[in-house]
């Protein structure tokens, strides 16, 4: 209980230290600084730049004219991409932050929702001029993400429990660990068998008399049955597991949050991971360029550069009468110039930039000077990490992005020119069209081209016949590289006149806006110029494919849950070799309702040994209709990946497999929408990364990377296991077989309710005589950690929890009925003339007896375990001379107490020393093969 508090008073301190963060808010006096604890629905709160929000809040004001900023949203979705939003124009219009004051205005904002994708409001002015707009997601800033850029001021409209983040975490649990739960059920036996055995007793005594009294102390004297002492004995032993997992030199750093459960650790048939932050680094590096005829890559992207400043520069170069007459080589150059141009403009990359001095972000508009721009330090600010590569690949090579805003582009090409294009168009990524694209116009050509780039699977469709592109994403997808096409296509100025006033009507339908607006976009996409195929590598974590193996060798299952992209998580999972190579793939279809849902699931019924991967929206639908059955066909893949996955869904899943597959559960992830994960889980476990501490501090274990779990589980979890195990059967044992003395002694004796040890005896038997050799057992291990982390398989018994069960409980029922029956009639049958005799002979062979189980049931010898042995006997040695009135000091000096203590103890003992010997020969445990 204390243990448990101290837990809980930790989790306390860490919860106020979030709730008394400061922040300021704007009120009609001034700037005000307030805890977050104290924010209301309504104040008006300053973020800054690298901020957490507070409060689900709608945008007001940025410090940037042009009235966006962007959020990290990785503690709310899983996705670090930076997200665009946009502050409501008539607050922004303002110029100041005081007026805001002067006006009189509303929001009105829907009832608090799950739904972290969607948001419906109204802002509506009424003075000093009337105005209304509506709101959406682009106007939200969410509880829990953070401000990347600039500063915003934010009007509160939910807090505490109404916020999306905490509406999305579920409630955390006290969680109690297997073996925990074994024990209880096992005492509940034990309880029983109290009752049954004073029961009988007073039965075969007769009910002549008080016989309720004669009850009432038989179940006194058959109480020790209850092991009152293993909570105690568990409790230190988890204190010492803990100890072991944070003193562990190999996976430094770990931090247990819950000692209650390290056992857990190691049961564990299912892990449930997040992608981002957690399998990978969420680093991208531009890998590959590919134009068909030629590829690019890291060795060669110098080549790449160098014909950039070819194209760009005005000066001829040494031997160009030979490289320019070259047909080919002009193509070469003219193609690498028109790929590396369309990466550096088709994207939604925002460059921002800060004085090295004074950390203050410049005004673009201001800046009209490239060198201004190499004094200063550059943050490039996208929706994806994917585009930030691209971008900065671009930089590498000579085109440098010098500034965009909602209207326009500026490019610095390697020849130091600038180069300005006029945003027209933008047709954002979403998962259903898995493209982009983007229509400009050269400011200094007046030329309109739509430059688009997606997922090769839809970009094949859209392009001119070619012979490579299928293979050449085959040979990137193969080496784990996320592919994208990047496309082109000229406009006439009466093309795009005439595409605009189509496009302009579809987007002010009230009636499939979205679908009418795809259709006029589609009469675009179509015979579009194929430039280049880009290759991204997402870095993944150190040492993860080795881990997911070692984990998959030792019989665990492994579900990736992401909030990404299909296609992300789906190369990110053949990357890491969790889906193999040669394994096969059933991307589950978007499905909409209980027809369409039947149907897949039939689909994939019919495919064997093939890894799944699931979108969200589908998963939601499969288990309101079918639960139990989609549960069965996942449980039953090698590999689970769900994409696209709300924090409340990932829960569910976890929730879902423990019910239906009662295995043991763990989930491990590094942002704040891992919460709800890491706490359904039976064992949760964060890790401390580039998402923050949120997971960490809601986890009961804490890494600092995913390559740790395989020794956090198969080590750790291991010892914990089989020592609490041995050491839950050895305290019951303990108090069967004094119970099995005291019940023989009573049936001799005419079923006298009489103890057969008094007082000190009873109490020094459970505490000074045997406590410090059967804690000793917490020191026992089957295998080194070597051979442990080398035969992963050895892990894979541990699961059908064979260490403590009914067998080895009764096994063990049977050992202590014998050894309790030959000690009491071994010393009944050389009893001389006083009953003090009997005491002295079985007392000290019962405690030699349990000295000996100890020495037999360890698997290795520990220096501690034979120092606690000794120092046990020795106290007992020094009680027989001590304690005059329970011994009789002249008996146990002599020659006939030596021998009738020895041949009990030898024939309690040597008979099921063979027995384990032949066990070991006949039958031995696959672990004893390894060692």
């Not at 209304?132 to 009007?155: K, M, P, Q």
């Not at 030792?554 to 909030?563: N, S």
Request: a neutral charge; hydrophobic letters at 40%; glycine letters at 6%.
């Amino acid at each position: 209980m204390i243990r448990e508090a101290i837990d809980d008073y930790r989790r306390w301190k860490r919860d106020s230290e979030i709730n008394s963060m400061k922040y300021v808010k704007l009120t009609k006096l001034g700037r005000v600084t307030v805890k977050s604890m104290k924010i209301k629905v309504g104040d008006l709160i300053v973020v800054e730049k690298d901020q957490r929000l507070p409060a689900d809040m709608v945008l007001i004001r940025t410090s940037e004219k042009t009235g966006s900023c962007f959020i990290r949203t990785d503690q709310l979705d899983g996705e670090t991409d930076w997200k665009l939003r946009l502050a409501v124009t008539s607050t922004q219009a303002l110029n100041s932050d005081e007026e805001l004051f002067d006006i009189a205005a509303q929001v009105y904002a829907e009832k608090p929702q799950r739904d972290i994708h969607s948001f419906i409001g109204t802002y509506s002015q009424t003075s000093p001029t009337v105005s209304r707009e509506s709101l959406a997601i682009d106007n939200t800033l969410w509880c829990n993400t953070v401000l990347a850029s600039g500063t915003a001021i934010g009007l509160v409209i939910y807090t505490g429990k109404e916020t999306r983040s905490a509406m999305n975490n579920s409630e955390p649990r006290s969680k109690v660990g297997l073996l925990d739960l074994e024990v209880n059920q096992l005492t509940k036996v034990l309880f029983g068998a109290v009752i049954s055995l004073a029961s009988l007793m007073l039965c075969l005594k007769g009910f002549d008399g008080p016989w309720y009294k004669y009850m009432f102390r038989f179940v006194l004297l058959f109480s020790y049955l209850i092991p009152i002492s293993l909570r105690v004995n568990l409790d230190m032993g988890k204190a010492y597991y803990t100890w072991c997992i944070q003193r562990d030199k190999r996976i430094p750093d770990t931090v247990v949050r819950s000692t209650t459960i390290a056992e857990e650790l190691g049961r564990i048939s299912y892990l449930l991971s997040d992608k981002t932050g957690t399998l990978t680094q969420n680093v991208m590096h531009f890998r590959k360029l590919h134009l068909g005829t030629v590829s690019y890559s890291n060795e060669t992207f110098d080549e790449v550069a160098s014909l950039l400043a070819q194209y760009h520069s005005q000066t001829p170069v040494s031997g160009h009468s030979q490289a320019l007459a070259s047909k080919m080589r002009r193509n070469v150059i003219t193609r690498v110039e028109d790929a590396v141009k369309a990466i550096a403009l088709c994207h939604n990359v925002t460059p921002v930039y800060e004085d090295t001095e004074d950390d203050v972000i410049i005004d673009l508009v201001s800046e009209t000077e490239v060198n201004q721009h190499e004094r200063q330090n550059v943050t490039y600010q996208a929706s994806s990490p994917d585009e930030v590569a691209l971008v900065s690949w671009t930089e590498s090579v000579g085109m440098r992005l010098i500034s965009r805003d909602l209207t326009s582009i500026e490019l610095c090409n390697p020849g130091g020119r600038r180069e300005r294009y006029t945003i027209l168009q933008v047709f954002p990524f979403t998962s259903e069209t898995k493209r982009m694209g983007i229509i400009l116009r050269d400011e200094a050509t007046g030329d309109i081209a739509l430059y688009m780039k997606g997922a090769d699977t839809v970009m094949s469709k859209l392009v001119e016949f070619n012979d490579w592109l299928e293979e050449e994403c085959g040979n990137m997808a193969r080496e784990g590289l996320r592919t994208l096409v990047v496309a082109k296509r000229n406009l006439t100025p009466e093309e795009y006149t005439d595409f605009e006033a189509r496009y302009t009507a579809a987007k002010m339908a009230v009636v499939d806006r979205a679908a009418k607006q795809s259709n006029v976009i589609a009469t675009l996409e179509h015979n579009l110029e194929l430039l280049c195929l880009t290759g991204v590598e997402d870095k993944l974590q150190d040492n993860v494919r080795s881990t997911l193996e070692l984990l998959k060798n030792a019989g665990i299952k492994i579900w990736m849950l992401t909030g990404d992209k299909l296609e992300t998580a789906t190369c990110i999972a053949k990357s890491s070799r969790l889906i193999s190579r040669t394994q096969n793939i059933h991307v589950f279809a978007d499905v909409n309702n209980r027809a369409e849902a039947h149907e897949e699931l039939n689909n994939f019924r019919r495919k064997q040994d093939c890894a799944l991967v699931i979108k969200g929206e589908s998963l939601e639908v499969c288990l309101s209709n079918y639960e139990f059955e989609f549960l069965e066909l996942a449980s039953a893949s090698p590999c689970v990946v769900c994409c696209r996955c709300s924090p409340t869904q990932k829960a569910l899943i976890v929730e879902l497999i423990k019910k239906y597959t009662g295995k043991r559960t763990a989930a491990i992830g590094d942002g704040g929408n891992d919460v709800s994960m890491i706490q359904a889980a039976d064992a949760g476990i964060g890790i401390v990364g580039k998402e923050g501490r949120q997971a960490a501090l809601a986890s009961d274990f804490a890494l600092t990377q995913f390559s740790h779990i395989g020794r956090l589980l198969l080590v750790h979890g291991r010892r914990s296991y089989k020592r609490s195990a041995a050491l839950s059967q050895f305290v019951i044992h303990r108090g069967l077989i004094i119970s099995t003395m005291q019940a023989i002694f009573s049936a001799i004796f005419y079923f006298a309710s009489i103890a057969l040890y008094q007082g000190f005896l009873m109490v020094g038997f459970s505490t000074v005589y045997t406590m410090l050799p059967v804690f000793s057992l917490v020191l026992d291990r089957d295998v080194t950690s070597s051979v442990a982390m080398t035969y992963p398989e050895i892990y894979r018994d541990l699961s059908k929890g064979r260490s403590l069960s009914f067998k080895t409980f009764f096994i063990w029922v049977l050992i202590s009925i014998y050894q309790g029956g030959i000690i009491m009639y071994g010393a009944l049958i050389l009893f001389e003339d006083e009953l003090i005799h009997i005491v002295a002979i079985s007392f000290t062979a019962l405690i030699i007896t349990e000295l000996i189980m100890v020495s037999l049931t360890a698997k290795t010898f520990h220096p501690l375990m034979l120092g606690a042995e000794l120092i046990s006997f020795l106290l007992y040695v020094a009680t027989l001379y001590i304690f005059k009135e329970y011994f009789d000091i002249n008996f146990i000096q002599s020659s006939a107490f030596l021998w009738k203590v020895t041949v009990i103890t030898l024939l309690s003992c040597v008979p099921l020393y063979v027995l384990k010997f032949l066990h070991s020969k006949f039958a031995p445990p696959s672990y004893t093969k390894l060692a």
